[in-house]
């Protein structure tokens, strides 16, 4: 597999828990912490009966859009991933 770099824009929270993580000495990089939640990720996004339908846009309120749309100002982290 031919790895490849993703550019990810995050908050400040989730940069914290990036270093957090990282201080922790169990993550070396932020590539490897990336890496995990994707791995935990794809665990429940996997499984059909996780999220019925609709149930994960409380996630997404436009107060969290906004923030969303400002996160490129914020922060970005570069993850390479595997093709």
């Known amino acids: 597999m031919k790895n490849t770099t993703v550019s990810v824009s995050l908050a400040p929270r989730y940069t ?10 169990r993550y070396q990089t932020d590539s490897e912490v990336m890496r995990a939640a994707l ?8 499984d059909p009966n996780a999220y019925p339908p609709g149930s994960l846009a409380c996630l997404y309120t436009p107060a969290r859009n906004r923030e969303e749309l400002q996160l490129n ?3 970005s982290l570069k993850v390479e991933r595997d093709e």
């Open 73 to 75: 100002k914020v922060s």
């Open 16 to 25: 914290a828990i990036l270093r957090r993580l990282r201080r922790s000495g």
């Open 39 to 46: 791995e935990r990720l794809e665990e429940t996004e996997w």
